[in-house]
């Protein structure tokens, strides 16, 4: 069975602090996505990973593979309270994602 | 367009009653989904279909019943149901479900459904 692990699952910072979100596995996945979904609302996607040890950008967010395709991270600097959401990061399984638990972050300003 | 649209927004309903969710994406996309989510929790994945025939049915209670009458609609019958099936309730869509590393999903806003 694939299994995501998502830490932290709580995150409450000031704006302007830097942060990592992890999202960790024994398994190996074809490709990893970041979702950030905010209340009331689905899901959005932010990025899809595919090759090991890949580093993509998105402003300030960074997102990267790791080597082996097991784990991947999400950090963000210099954050806003516009980041505030649940992070959700979901693995391409043999027939579904495979969902992570979620990190919700919020942003104190 | 990129949207996947759910309507209604919100639902109340009594154990009772019959009621239906509805989705819609015009993207083009042959897969559509159906997700459960509970409050701080990740999506629950309920039922997928691709070209328009029931791909994957996550042993779902038979009170949920889907319908895609087409490959841009995809519906939600709901009958008899629980307070515990109080839900924000996720329809998706992607190019064609057969899964693949590129595969991605996009999701409407939910349907947030309360059970009396």
């Known amino acids: 069975t694939q299994l995501l692990e998502q830490s932290p699952q709580f995150l409450s910072i000031q704006e302007g602090e830097n942060l990592t979100v992890y999202c960790n596995s024994s398994?190996?996945?074809?490709?990893l996505q970041w979702y950030r979904q905010e209340p009331g609302e689905g899901p959005v996607l932010l990025v899809t990973v595919v090759t090991g040890g890949e580093v993509k950008k998105l402003k300030r967010l960074t997102f990267q593979f790791g080597d082996a395709r097991k784990d991947s991270s999400l950090h963000i600097t210099a954050a806003q309270p516009g980041d505030t959401g649940l992070y959700l990061c979901?693995?391409?399984?043999?027939?579904?994602?495979?969902w992570g638990a979620g990190t919700k972050l919020i942003i104190k300003p | 367009d990129t949207e996947v649209t759910q309507t209604p927004k919100h639902l109340v309903m009594g154990m009772t009653n019959k009621k239906s969710l509805k989705c819609e994406q015009h993207?083009?996309?042959?897969?559509m989904y159906w997700y459960k989510q509970k409050a701080k929790k990740p999506p629950e994945l309920m039922f997928v279909?691709?070209?328009?025939?029931?791909?994957i049915n996550e042993s779902v209670p038979s009170r949920f019943s889907p319908e895609c009458p087409n490959s841009s609609l995809l519906n939600l019958h709901l009958h008899a149901l629980q307070p515990e099936d109080s839900a924000l309730y996720l329809c998706?869509?992607?190019?064609?479900?057969?899964?693949?590393?590129?595969?991605?999903?996009?999701f409407g806003s939910g349907t947030q459904l309360s059970v009396l």
């Open positions: 398994s190996v996945f074809s490709s």
């Open positions: 979901a693995g391409a399984g043999n027939y579904q994602l495979i």
């Open positions: 279909y691709s070209y328009e025939k029931l791909s």
């Open positions: 998706a869509s992607s190019q064609d479900g057969r899964g693949g590393s590129e595969e991605k999903l996009f």
């Open positions: 993207m083009g996309h042959r897969a």
